[in-house]
């Protein structure tokens, strides 16, 4: 017989008890797993947003928090291009609409210009991309396709202006997949904010962090009122993200807190009931340190079991998850393998904080003192 | 053990020199200067009347417990010189009235537990086990439960559990209190066989004449004290 069969067996000595903690720790480490995985593919969908297309920058109106509120002139992209260090400059008019009878309540509109360098990292699995010339058009993303039950060839009304369905596409940020890109005109013309744009992106000549830099305070300095934020920095920033990085760093301080408070109180319940027996075998011979290593070693096996169940619920919620039609298009439906091994590294640190206590109190035991004990 | 001197013939393998155990709430006395020695082989059976201190002078002997004042030596060698674990995993065999096996684990199982402390592989552990649950007669219940087993088949397990380490003493404290009087004869008689078949020094606690006229010599104790040894 090996320690680890005597742990295991201690362990499933009592079943029920051992199931509802796993199952309580599971609980949190899968909250935790899908708040985590959803704000790990919200990052990757942003980011993959302007890294993947080669974005350098992004110029829209000085300060404001949220992109989609900024307004610019459009012929600024002609100022934008004349400055020293630009490659490419592409506009871009954002807007959000809703698809009530799919369910869908926030739905991103792109209005892009045809051939766009924003175009790039999508691919048309299906149709065609838009012409120069062509108006009250749409290319739907595979994944707003799919929400609204869409193909080429069939309308859909965008704030009442039924639009040609041209193209279905993939892109690699998945928040276009979940999106639609239509004409600049067209979308400047529907929601009548013509000859305006929400922003620019722009390509650097040289990417290096120092010439984007500097590119970006020549920017500033030639048009007053507009703010050219490094890709990387637009991220960062982002309201949405840091709220969400903040809600999943408090979510799983919470877990944690009260998973180790629950393996605390299972293992504490389990030294009293076995105190008896802790003194047995401290009378056969065991060192104090074997019977802090058993107590512990329940106490990694518990939380190791909390979390391999915790990773199952997780994949399970994050499904779930996609059944609520506002994430749909937005959020990416997987528990990334990194986000899995964190779900490991709480299980470990639920046992760490919840088995030192009552191991240490285990193995402080008086053997003579806890023979006697009823 | 290393750290222990080598026995002369005439140093008593177990030796309290005025014991005295008083329990942290100072209220309780268990021992007052109480000094006993046991010899090498010698089997000694440990009577009087209950809260007489029978049990605290088992545990002083067997290193569970610090006497309050006065010593305890092994072989010669005092033991708050040893190191306890050691000294109770590789020199001490305990049986106990309970017979306290792990639910969990079955009988031949149940042997290997002491040999945790010892540096034997899991293979040797478990062949060491199976010849001793033969020895005590029931390899044909190794893989039986505690709860399987009856009270007697119990208590044998418990003794091939307290020889897993080939320890020179063995303690018991009422090792027949839980027993019949068949089963107690039968244990009687497995404690017997073994010390004498390996030499061991055997210190019993108990109610029972009978086990008492087991016993080669008697020590009476009452309120604490040894009145007739």
């Known amino acids: 017989m090996r320690f680890i069969t005597l742990i295991l067996r201690n362990l499933f000595r009592r079943r029920t008890r051992t199931l509802l903690t796993a199952a309580g720790l599971a609980v949190a480490i899968a909250a935790v797993l899908d708040l985590v995985g959803v704000s790990w593919n919200f990052e990757r969908a942003f980011s993959s947003l302007y890294q993947g297309k080669g974005i350098d920058l992004v110029v829209v109106r000085a300060g404001l928090t949220n992109q989609l509120s900024s307004t610019l002139d459009q012929k600024l992209g002609d100022r934008i291009r004349a400055i020293d260090g630009v490659a490419k400059v592409a506009p871009s008019l954002m807007d959000v609409v809703g698809f009530e009878q799919a369910n869908l309540v926030s739905v991103l509109v792109n209005g892009w210009e045809s051939g766009s360098l924003l175009f790039s990292g999508s691919r048309v699995l299906e149709g065609r991309a838009f012409r120069p010339d062509e108006t009250n058009v749409a290319m739907l993303g595979r994944v707003l396709a799919l929400n609204l039950g869409k193909k080429v ?92 990085r903040v809600m999943t760093t408090a979510t799983t301080a919470l877990a944690v807190l009260l998973g180790s408070v629950g393996m605390l109180n299972t293992m504490v319940m389990t030294v009293f009931e076995r105190t008896q027996e802790i003194g047995v075998l401290r009378a056969l011979g065991w060192k104090r340190r074997r019977v802090l290593a058993m107590i512990l070693g329940e106490a990694v096996c518990l939380g190791l079991l909390g979390a391999v169940m915790g990773m199952v619920l997780a994949l399970i919620g994050m499904h779930g998850i996609m059944l609520i039609p506002t994430a749909r298009g937005f959020i990416e439906p997987t528990v990334p393998p990194p986000v899995l091994a964190f779900g490991l590294i709480i299980g470990l640190a639920l046992s760490v904080l919840g088995g030192v206590y009552p191991a240490v109190r285990a193995a402080a035991l008086d053997p003579s003192e806890a023979i006697r004990h009823e | 053990m290393s750290d ?67 010593e305890v030596f092994f072989r010669g060698t005092p033991l708050a010189k040893l190191d306890g674990d050691r000294y109770r995993a590789l020199e001490i065999g305990f049986v106990f009235q ?12 149940n042997i290997q537990v002491p040999m945790f402390e010892t540096p034997r592989p899991p293979r040797e552990r478990a062949s060491r086990a199976e010849a001793l649950i033969e020895q005590v007669g029931l390899a044909h219940r190794r893989n039986h439960r505690p709860n399987k087993l009856s009270v007697g088949e119990r208590q044998r397990i418990a003794i091939a559990r307290a020889l897993a380490n080939e320890p020179s003493v063995l303690l018991a404290d009422e090792p027949t209190g839980n027993l019949d009087s068949r089963n107690q004869d039968e244990i009687l008689k497995l404690l017997e066989d073994l010390r004498q078949s390996r030499g061991l020094t055997l210190v019993t606690v108990t109610h029972s004449p009978d086990v008492a006229a087991a016993a080669g010599r008697v020590v009476r104790m009452r309120d604490g004290l040894i009145v007739d040894s």
């Not at chain 1, 305006?196 to 048009?223: H, M, P």
């Not at chain 2, 209220?27 to 007052?32: C, D, G, I, P, T």
């Not at chain 2, 309970?98 to 199982?109: G, P, R």
């Open chain 1, 153 to 244: 060839g069939d309308t859909v009304d965008v704030a009442g202006e039924p639009l040609r369905v041209i193209g279905v596409y993939e892109s690699d940020s998945l928040f276009e997949t979940g999106a639609m890109i239509v004409p600049m005109a067209s979308l400047q013309h529907m929601m009548g904010r013509e000859g305006q744009v929400t922003g620019f992106v722009v390509q650097a000549r040289s990417s290096t962090a120092a010439d984007v830099s500097a590119l970006r305070a020549r920017i500033e300095a030639a048009i007053s009122g507009v703010a050219a934020t490094p890709a990387r920095d637009q991220i960062d920033h982002d309201v949405q993200l840091q709220l969400v």
């Open chain 2, 98 to 109: 309970s017979f306290h096996l792990l639910a969990t684990l079955s009988a031949v199982e």
């Open chain 2, 4 to 70: 222990v001197h080598p026995s002369p013939a005439a140093v008593p393998v177990l030796r309290g020199e005025r014991l005295s155990k008083r329990y942290p709430d100072g209220k309780v006395e268990a021992l007052r200067g109480v000094s006993i020695h046991v010899n090498d082989g010698e089997s000694v059976a440990v009577v009087g009347p209950s809260g007489c201190g029978k049990t605290s002078l088992l545990h002083l002997l067997g290193g569970l417990d610090k006497p309050t004042e006065g």
